[in-house]
């Protein structure tokens, strides 16, 4: 009796349960035959899916390091430090010359980097961006984002963490002369980060921030060209034979006259607001806790390590295949280790590019300065590069030193008319 009761019962529950699960079925497949359908259903992608999420997991890719930044500080980013940061950053004033500030060539709106395929310094039309005309450096300017993570600094990685580590001075910072491996020493409270010690050099460098006023038969006589009278006088070597810290001098002479800046330093540095002049450091560490500021790395390829399985197209998951895998570009791009997932190894290189520069002096050609380049970081192209397919950005392929080559003849013709031979 139970049993005769109880078993059309079950089967309207069994009949229920299977109409369920075909309705079910049916509006899946109704789902995945549309264009909007995820991908999860398909076999090909869930299969390179599995295989990337382990190429980058056995190559220690974790698309993390922007969330590192304050662990690897040891501490939380100062606001008000970096704000003042930020001042300085685009204040012409830490230029002796006067007119060219950081943000002059590495410009907020091209990622912190430049337009110009070689860096343009003091004698500027005051414009940044293409637009911009005036004394051409050698170089072009890298961008700055994300270089609080670069354990080598400057295109042939000459600014560098001995300790493998641009957040640890336990071995100091070292420098070419005449910083070298003093100015920097380990363990200096003053300087614990490379990027501190990084901002101790743009204005003391003629061509970029200081200008050649006062220089006139001092350097050489191509360079007596370039002294205009205009700005402030460039000071005399030091004992040394090298002006870096008389300029320096000179600049944080300025800093001190100003009531603004000794206020706003006033309010970071007791020191200062006892009554103690403002040093170099204390600039260094402003600016670059404004560069902490822009640690950026949360390209498609970081979210999708990430976990975010749709970051990427079919193609750019093949892209980052081969650039993991056999096109084994991560063996000098790389992620691992010290290399802070920045994709660079940070070791130098000569893939045969030469690097071609305008020379010192007004009609004088180009020089080649070849030798091997510290691996870029793709930080123009996070994602690009992965998709391999990076040729569709003239700015990307003007990022290397190869683009000097292309763009070096307008860049002798247009560069170097200082402002005093064209009045
Ligand atoms: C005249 C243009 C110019 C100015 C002004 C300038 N820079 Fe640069 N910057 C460059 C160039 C060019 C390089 C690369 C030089 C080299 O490798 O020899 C560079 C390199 C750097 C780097 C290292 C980037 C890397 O990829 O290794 C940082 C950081 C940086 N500059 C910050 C600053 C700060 C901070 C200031 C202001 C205090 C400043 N720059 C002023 C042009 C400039
Ligand atoms: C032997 C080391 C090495 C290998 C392997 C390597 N690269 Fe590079 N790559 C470099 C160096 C060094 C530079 C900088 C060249 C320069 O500035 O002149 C560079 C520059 C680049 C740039 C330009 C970046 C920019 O900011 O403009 C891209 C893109 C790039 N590489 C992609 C790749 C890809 C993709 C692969 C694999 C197919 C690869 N690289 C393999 C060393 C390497």
Redesign the pocket.
């Known amino acids: 009796m139970k049993f005769s009761h109880r078993y059309p019962l079950r089967k309207w529950r069994v009949l229920g349960t299977h109409l369920f699960l075909a309705t079910l079925g049916v509006i899946a497949v109704v789902i995945t035959m549309h264009p909007w359908a995820g991908q999860a259903d398909d076999g090909d992608t869930s299969r390179l899916d599995r295989t990337l999420v382990n190429v980058l997991r056995a190559g220690r890719f974790t698309g993390e390091v922007e969330a590192t930044l304050e662990a690897r500080l040891g501490r939380r980013i100062d606001p008000r430090l970096a704000d003042l940061g930020r001042l300085?950053?685009f204040d012409t004033a830490?230029?002796l010359y006067g007119d060219?500030?950081?943000?002059?060539?590495?410009s907020p709106a091209r990622g912190?980097g430049?337009t110009q395929s070689?860096?343009?310094?003091?004698q500027n039309n005051g414009i940044v961006g293409p637009n911009r005309v005036g004394a051409r450096?050698?170089?072009?300017?890298?961008?700055?984002i994300n270089?609080a993570f670069?354990p080598?600094?400057?295109?042939?990685?000459?600014?560098f963490a001995p300790s493998g580590d641009p957040f640890d001075n336990s071995q100091g910072f070292t420098f070419p002369q005449p910083e070298g491996t003093t100015q920097f020493p380990p363990n200096d409270p003053t300087v614990e980060y490379l990027?501190v010690a990084?901002?101790h050099?743009?204005?003391t460098?003629l061509?970029?921030?200081a200008g050649f006023t006062g220089t006139a038969g001092t350097i050489g006589p191509r360079f007596d060209q370039f002294d205009d009278g205009d700005g402030t006088p460039v000071p005399p070597p030091a004992a040394s034979g090298f002006r870096n810290e008389p300029i320096r001098q000179a600049v944080l002479e300025r800093f001190n006259a100003m009531p603004e800046y000794r206020k706003l330093f006033g309010k970071l540095f007791p020191e200062v607001r006892a009554g103690a002049p403002i040093d170099f450091s204390m600039?260094g560490r402003a600016?670059?806790e404004?560069?902490f500021t822009l640690v950026r790395a949360n390209a498609p390829i970081d979210r999708y390590a990430r976990g975010e399985r749709n970051a990427m197209t079919e193609s750019q998951k093949r892209g980052a295949l081969v650039f993991f895998g056999k096109g084994n570009c991560v063996a000098c791009h790389a992620v691992a280790g010290k290399s802070n997932e920045m994709f660079s190894n940070f070791e130098m290189h000569n893939i045969g590019v030469p690097q071609i520069a305008p020379a010192v002096g007004v009609g004088l050609g180009n020089v080649i300065f070849d030798g091997p380049v510290?691996t870029r970081?793709l930080?123009w192209s996070r994602s690009l590069a992965i998709r391999l397919i990076a040729t569709n950005s003239a700015d990307h392929r003007c990022a290397t030193w190869r683009c000097n080559r292309r763009s070096s003849t307008t860049a002798h013709l247009r560069g170097w008319k200082m402002r005093s031979a064209t009045t």
């Not at 070689?118 to 003091?122: D, F, H, K, N, Y």
């Not at 450096?137 to 700055?144: G, K, T, Y």
Request: aromatic content about 12%.
């Open positions: 300085l950053f830490v230029g060219n500030a950081c943000a002059g060539c590495h912190f430049d070689i860096a343009i310094g003091v450096n050698q170089r072009r300017s890298p961008l700055v270089t670069y080598k600094l400057m295109w042939n990685g000459r600014f990027l990084q901002a050099i743009p204005s460098e061509v970029e921030m600039f600016v670059a404004f560069e510290r970081t930080d």
